[in-house]
Nanobody, 119 residues
Framework: QVQVVESGGGLVQPGGSLRLSCVAS????????MDWYRQVPGKQRELLAG???????KYADSVKGRFTISRDNAKNMVYLQMNSLEPGDTAVYYC?????????????WGQGTQVTVSS
C-alpha cells in the first residue's frame, strides 16, 4: 500500500519561492509517475506538473518557466520548485502517485499542503 505525504507549503510574498516535497512509501515500478496538482475552493483540481519514473517531465502552461518538478527515485521523493510566485498561485497543493498495472491506473493522493502567496 503506497502512502504519499506532502510538505513545504506556507506563506510567501509575491515574487518569492517555495519548494514542495512529496515522499511516497513502498516500492515502485518503471510504470509509475508522480504529479503535482493544486486546488482552490470551488474549482476543479488542476494538474501542474508530472514526472515519470525515468525523469521525463511535463508542465501546464500556467506554470511553465516558473515551476520545476524533479524526482529522486533513491529517496522516493518528488519536488516542486516554485519561483516567481503570484497571488493566483494560492491553493492547496497535492501530490499524486500513480502506477499502471495490467492497463489499469492506480492513484494515491497525499493530504495536501497549503500555499499562500500574499504580501
Amino acid at each position: 500500500q503506497v502512502q504519499v505525504v506532502e510538505s513545504g507549503g506556507g506563506l510567501v510574498q509575491p515574487g518569492g519561492s517555495l519548494r514542495l516535497s512529496c515522499v511516497a512509501s513502498g516500492s515502485f515500478s518503471v510504470n509509475s509517475a508522480m504529479d503535482w496538482y493544486r486546488q482552490v475552493p470551488g474549482k476543479q483540481r488542476e494538474l501542474l506538473a508530472g514526472i515519470t519514473y525515468g525523469g521525463r517531465a511535463k508542465y501546464a502552461d500556467s506554470v511553465k518557466g516558473r515551476f520545476t518538478i524533479s524526482r529522486d527515485n533513491a529517496k522516493n521523493m518528488v519536488y516542486l520548485q516554485m519561483n516567481s510566485l503570484e497571488p493566483g498561485d494560492t491553493a492547496v497543493y497535492y501530490c499524486n502517485f500513480y502506477e499502471i498495472r495490467s492497463g489499469i491506473r492506480y492513484d494515491t493522493w497525499g493530504q495536501g499542503t497549503q500555499v499562500t502567496v500574499s504580501s
